[in-house]
């Protein structure tokens, strides 16, 4: 039974990695939406010019671009099994509920991280030349942003599961999905400061941070799982 | 005594009992002071401000707990009672809001300071919004309650956060109760608070119970409308 699931579990993620592969639509319009936060940042900051340290910002920056980015995303990667009736099929057939939440969850998370760890090297290259780079081993941003973008996925999966059926789509998903994700997003905000800044007892209140972040991870993905079932039975 | 005649009786005790607090804040609960000696009359508005606030909580809890029988028995009566907690949870939020950021205007100079009791709590507020933007989206009556009672079962884990913030981050807002040291009230400040919340608490339930009485009808009309209507 666990090898049955296991392979139905590969097999929809295998659909959408393959869609994704044949059309490039979730990465390029989730990379080009990506450059295109960066862009009205520059709007955003450049009467401040040199008299702001962009360092102090950057991790709001890149979150606010990531939060929006996997709300594009997640509304996407639900529209086309609407679209296509796909998730019709998909709950004909003798797969488990769980199964699907993982795999969809799975595929959400890998996109995200996709574009987060291709968007990070462009934001570094555009507002962070010339100043003092990450103070702390940079591998400590992979884990905010891997830990992070869990619940992202996690949450964001069950929430647009609903808000396909509805009739505001993606502004609804939004609505719901940002306020919800505020705890995990501030705690995120919070290590990737004190990743960025550094200083003498960074890495404490690095760590401090992400075990909020992994809190509310345990927590989210356990109701998000929970309710899936009643969710997309609906 | 039927479900509405209890729920009538609380609303008169629950309206007494509040106003009878805001007298008893005025002529019998000590007034607090600053340290320099001048008598804060902002503190008053505490005698409304956390009831209310901690009645919010309660009745979300309502909203998440109802969402949990609705999906475990898909009876819609279920369904109804969560809509309801949380239309009532919406007017008491409103309040809280309402009186804390005339409180913060007075006590801090600002109407509004992004501390993290604040912060939690206005992301609360638009959790409580959007629970009803979500319904009004869905069209297909079953849909939107399974949808909602998600919603709302999700919604309330902030509600705990916001709730024990104060006691868990640097926040500016004040632990009156159960704060640690130098928390507390003198006996007179206690007895007007309590008697502030119970009554509240009533009020909480009879606005709920009515609310809810008025809905059955509602839906008893719907149901006659489609027998005798054909």
Redesign the interface.
Same mark, same amino acid.
């Given at each position: 039974m666990a090898s049955a699931s296991w392979r139905q579990f590969k097999a929809i993620l295998r659909k959408d990695l393959v869609m994704e592969m044949r059309t490039h639509e979730m990465i390029t319009s989730m990379g080009l939406y990506a450059i295109l936060t960066m862009v009205v940042y520059q709007i955003a900051l450049t009467e401040a010019g040199e008299a702001l340290d962009v360092r102090l910002v950057m991790p709001g920056l890149i979150w606010v671009a990531f939060i929006f980015m996997s709300l594009l995303g997640l509304n996407r990667s639900f529209v086309h099994e609407k679209d296509q009736g796909c998730i019709d099929a998909l709950l004909l057939s003798p797969v488990d509920r769980p199964v699907i939440f993982f795999a969809k969850f799975s595929g959400n998370l890998l996109f995200l991280l996709a574009v987060e760890v291709l968007s990070l090297p462009v934001f570094a290259f555009l507002f962070l030349q010339g100043r003092e780079g990450i103070s702390n081993p940079i591998w400590l941003l992979g884990v905010v942003m891997l830990a992070a973008s869990v619940g992202i996925s996690g949450v964001g999966t069950l929430l647009a599961t609903m808000t396909v059926n509805t009739s505001g789509k993606d502004i609804l998903l939004a609505v719901v999905f940002v306020p919800l994700m505020y705890p995990l997003l501030r705690a995120a905000v919070g290590a990737t400061f004190a990743a960025v800044i550094g200083g003498p007892g960074s890495i404490e209140t690095f760590w401090s941070w992400m075990a909020w972040v992994a809190g509310f991870d345990v927590i989210m993905l356990l109701v998000a799982f929970g309710l899936y079932e009643f969710v997309i039975g609906a | 005594m039927n479900r509405t005649k209890i729920a009538k009786l609380m609303l008169a005790l629950g309206g007494v009992l509040t106003t009878a607090a805001f007298f008893m804040t005025f002529f019998w609960a000590n007034a607090s002071t600053f340290p320099d000696g001048r008598i804060d009359f902002g503190q008053k508005i505490f005698y409304f401000h956390v009831p209310v606030a901690e009645a919010s909580f309660l009745v979300f809890f309502f909203t998440a707990f109802y969402g949990v029988k609705f %999906?475990m028995t898909k009876d819609r009566r279920f369904d109804t009672r969560a809509k309801i907690a949380t239309e009532v949870t919406l007017l008491f939020v409103l309040l809280t809001m309402a009186t804390g950021i005339l409180w913060t205007k007075v006590a801090w100079g600002v109407w509004w300071l992004w501390e993290p009791r604040l @912060? @939690?709590y206005f #992301?609360l507020t638009? %959790?409580v919004i959007?629970y009803f $933007?979500?319904r009004n !989206? $869905?069209?297909?009556e079953?849909?939107r309650a399974?949808?909602a !009672?998600?919603?709302g =079962?999700?919604?309330f #884990?902030?509600a705990p =956060?916001s709730f024990f913030i104060t006691r868990w981050a640097e926040s500016v807002h004040p632990v009156v109760l159960a704060g640690g040291e130098g928390s507390g009230l003198e006996t007179p400040m206690l007895i007007t608070f309590i008697v502030a919340q119970v009554g509240m608490l009533m009020l909480g339930y009879a606005f709920y119970e009515m609310r809810l009485h008025e809905e059955e009808i509602k839906e008893r009309l719907e149901a006659l409308k489609v027998t005798v209507g054909g």
């Amino acid at each position: 039974m666990a090898s049955a699931s296991w392979r139905q579990f590969k097999a929809i993620l295998r659909k959408d990695l393959v869609m994704e592969m044949r059309t490039h639509e979730m990465i390029t319009s989730m990379g080009l939406y990506a450059i295109l936060t960066m862009v009205v940042y520059q709007i955003a900051l450049t009467e401040a010019g040199e008299a702001l340290d962009v360092r102090l910002v950057m991790p709001g920056l890149i979150w606010v671009a990531f939060i929006f980015m996997s709300l594009l995303g997640l509304n996407r990667s639900f529209v086309h099994e609407k679209d296509q009736g796909c998730i019709d099929a998909l709950l004909l057939s003798p797969v488990d509920r769980p199964v699907i939440f993982f795999a969809k969850f799975s595929g959400n998370l890998l996109f995200l991280l996709a574009v987060e760890v291709l968007s990070l090297p462009v934001f570094a290259f555009l507002f962070l030349q010339g100043r003092e780079g990450i103070s702390n081993p940079i591998w400590l941003l992979g884990v905010v942003m891997l830990a992070a973008s869990v619940g992202i996925s996690g949450v964001g999966t069950l929430l647009a599961t609903m808000t396909v059926n509805t009739s505001g789509k993606d502004i609804l998903l939004a609505v719901v999905f940002v306020p919800l994700m505020y705890p995990l997003l501030r705690a995120a905000v919070g290590a990737t400061f004190a990743a960025v800044i550094g200083g003498p007892g960074s890495i404490e209140t690095f760590w401090s941070w992400m075990a909020w972040v992994a809190g509310f991870d345990v927590i989210m993905l356990l109701v998000a799982f929970g309710l899936y079932e009643f969710v997309i039975g609906a | 005594m039927n479900r509405t005649k209890i729920a009538k009786l609380m609303l008169a005790l629950g309206g007494v009992l509040t106003t009878a607090a805001f007298f008893m804040t005025f002529f019998w609960a000590n007034a607090s002071t600053f340290p320099d000696g001048r008598i804060d009359f902002g503190q008053k508005i505490f005698y409304f401000h956390v009831p209310v606030a901690e009645a919010s909580f309660l009745v979300f809890f309502f909203t998440a707990f109802y969402g949990v029988k609705f %999906l475990m028995t898909k009876d819609r009566r279920f369904d109804t009672r969560a809509k309801i907690a949380t239309e009532v949870t919406l007017l008491f939020v409103l309040l809280t809001m309402a009186t804390g950021i005339l409180w913060t205007k007075v006590a801090w100079g600002v109407w509004w300071l992004w501390e993290p009791r604040l @912060t @939690t709590y206005f #992301i609360l507020t638009l %959790l409580v919004i959007a629970y009803f $933007v979500l319904r009004n !989206s $869905v069209e297909d009556e079953e849909r939107r309650a399974v949808y909602a !009672s998600a919603f709302g =079962i999700l919604a309330f #884990i902030d509600a705990p =956060i916001s709730f024990f913030i104060t006691r868990w981050a640097e926040s500016v807002h004040p632990v009156v109760l159960a704060g640690g040291e130098g928390s507390g009230l003198e006996t007179p400040m206690l007895i007007t608070f309590i008697v502030a919340q119970v009554g509240m608490l009533m009020l909480g339930y009879a606005f709920y119970e009515m609310r809810l009485h008025e809905e059955e009808i509602k839906e008893r009309l719907e149901a006659l409308k489609v027998t005798v209507g054909g």
